[in-house]
């Protein structure tokens, strides 16, 4: 029997991808051995980026990108993730995308689902997974709807990095 996935390693690493290309809205589907993103980066401020997305969109008809990453590209970006993150006592923005897709893997993780399709928008999140039995569900939640799972995740990864007192 193959391991199984840790979504929340995965989906976190997928965030970072997409904060780096300014993408907060998207589709994300998982298929057996790699997951595929589509998203339109958000618009920003500086002109020079305005300028470098219109031509973009000029030459390939559509303002949105496409990102087909394998499992070991995803496990590239993860233990690259892990090298970048050395102050472990650091507060975590719940809004960030690698930790809101962070969260929403360790959700999937714990309740043993297996991810078919998420879609994020501004303020919600429609999650589509195949549940233990291997019927499919589909859940639409408010991204806020997961907070409370955040704050306990944190504190479980807080409790990990807090050395014995030697007493």
Request: hydrophobic share 35%; with cysteine.
């Amino acid at each position: 029997m193959a391991a199984p996935r840790h979504y929340d390693e995965d989906l976190r690493s997928i965030g970072q991808a997409l904060e780096a290309k300014e993408i907060s809205v998207f589709e994300l589907k998982h298929l057996a051995s790699s997951y595929i993103i589509r998203g339109t980066p958000e618009s920003t401020r500086s002109l020079y980026t305005k300028v470098l997305r219109w031509f973009q969109r000029l030459r390939s008809g559509s303002a949105s990108e496409s990102l087909i990453l394998g499992l070991a590209d995803i496990e590239k970006m993860s233990e690259a993730g892990r090298r970048k993150r050395s102050n472990p006592g650091q507060l975590t923005n719940f809004r960030s995308i690698s930790n809101l897709l962070r969260t929403i893997g360790a959700y999937l993780d714990f309740s043993e689902f297996e991810l078919v399709e998420l879609h994020k928008r501004p303020i919600s999140i429609t999650l589509s997974y195949r549940d233990k039995a291997g019927h499919d569900q589909k859940e639409d939640r408010t991204i806020s709807s997961f907070y409370k799972l955040f704050l306990e995740l944190c504190e479980k990864r807080a409790q990990k990095t807090v050395l014995p007192s030697g007493k």
